[in-house]
């Protein structure tokens, strides 16, 4: 089994920066890809930013610019680095790790941008 533990998230005003971090533990040999998701209240989750074990990354259109996903293999840690924050970033933001197959949540870190 693989834990992910998120951290970074608060309240922040339009235009201002948060990094939130997640730290994977447990069962983290083979995990490939990680990731980012939010939920905003009444809308589905929806993917952020991920980022495979090479290094490959994948934006949604919406944060493209803005937000950068990162990891440091050896410490089993990804990072998003959330820039330019708009208050339709406003949402539960998730970690998501990928292993042989399966899918591993965070228990998400809320993120408010106030206007």
């Known amino acids: 089994q693989v834990q992910l533990v998120e951290s970074g998230g608060g309240l922040v005003q339009a235009g201002g920066s948060l990094r939130l971090s997640c730290a994977a533990s447990g069962s983290i040999f083979g995990i490939n890809a990680l990731g980012w998701y939010r939920q905003a209240p009444g809308k589905q989750r929806e993917l952020v930013a991920t980022i495979t074990r090479g290094g490959t990354t994948n934006y949604a259109d919406s944060v493209k610019g803005r937000f950068t996903i990162s990891r440091d293999n050896a410490k089993n840690t990804v990072y998003l680095q959330m820039n330019s924050l708009k208050p339709g970033d406003t949402a539960v933001y998730y970690c998501?790790?990928?292993?042989?197959?399966?899918?591993?949540w965070g228990q998400g870190t809320q993120v408010t941008v106030s206007s």
């Open positions: 998501n790790a990928q292993r042989y197959g399966n899918v591993h």
